[in-house]
């Protein structure tokens, strides 16, 4: 009797466990679907974006904070790059503001940052419910941990909202010194022309001016089409075979 009673108390305890585990995997799944989809609503619907298009007035505006302008761009970068704001916007700001080489290190840092924060929040919140409802994601997350390293790199090269790639890094079973160390070797490639695009502004030449914006943008239209094409090379094996 008192075997039994002891075992219909664990059984009872259990299906408690279960039971409160099951509540607060809710509450956290409802937590990321409204936080997810508010924030990214408000990023598109702010003028934020059109704002960061201003470089001068930003230039002005950061050498306001004189030595401490380092660190509020970084901290601003690192804000606006998690919830969404694309980081492409922000590496001219950090060129015009602080040159090429200041401007690649602290951009450099906003990204990774910005990067891991929404990666933890993905998935803090919302890898369980992701894989549950779809199971089949799971073997590309198995994939993108078998080339960690190598995926992330190659994702920052694509075109297309950086949070995404994030949240579905996030999600996926990618480590974690994988996603920081391909962020900040895959951040380079498209950063550098960026970066340059910003440095233009104190060229005295209009000439040199146009022709580095014209050299940024055909080099970042050949990256994004050379990436593009073999990450769909290198994706697509897999997939038929499984």
């Known amino acids: 009797m008192t075997d039994c009673c002891e075992s219909t108390n664990a059984g009872s305890r259990t299906e408690a466990d279960l039971a409160a ?6 509450r956290r799944e409802w937590w990321w679907l409204v936080v997810t989809t508010g924030g990214l609503l408000a ?7 059109e704002h960061l298009t ?6 002005t505006e950061l050498a306001a904070f004189g030595a401490w302008a380092p660190a509020v761009f970084i901290a601003v970068m690192t804000g606006l790059t998690a919830v969404g704001i694309p980081r492409m916007l ?7 503001a602080f040159g090429f080489g200041w401007g690649l290190m602290w951009s450099l840092m906003a990204t990774v940052s910005g990067g891991y924060l929404t990666y933890m929040y993905a998935r803090w919140a919302g890898r369980g419910m992701i894989i549950r409802k779809w199971p089949k994601l799971e ?3 198995r994939r993108l941990r078998d080339h960690g390293f190598l995926s992330v790199a190659i994702m920052r090269q694509l075109p297309g909202p950086g949070v995404l790639y ?11 010194r994988s996603f920081i160390g391909g962020t900040a070797l895959g951040a380079l490639p498209s950063a550098i022309p960026a970066l340059l695009i910003g ?5 005295s030449s209009s000439a040199w001016r146009i022709g580095t914006l014209i050299g940024a943008l055909v080099w970042l239209a050949v990256l994004w089409t050379v990436c593009g094409y073999l990450f769909r090379r290198w994706w697509r094996p897999t997939n038929s075979a499984s």
């Open 54 to 59: 201003h470089l001068s007035e930003i230039r």
């Open 21 to 26: 585990e099951a509540v607060t995997i809710n």
């Open 166 to 176: 994030n949240l579905l890094l996030g999600i996926s079973a990618v480590r974690r």
């Open 43 to 49: 990023v598109f619907l702010s003028p934020i974006g």
């Open 90 to 96: 922000m590496y001219p700001i950090a060129g015009a």
């Open 139 to 141: 073997g590309m997350s």
């Open 199 to 203: 440095t233009s502004l104190s060229l």
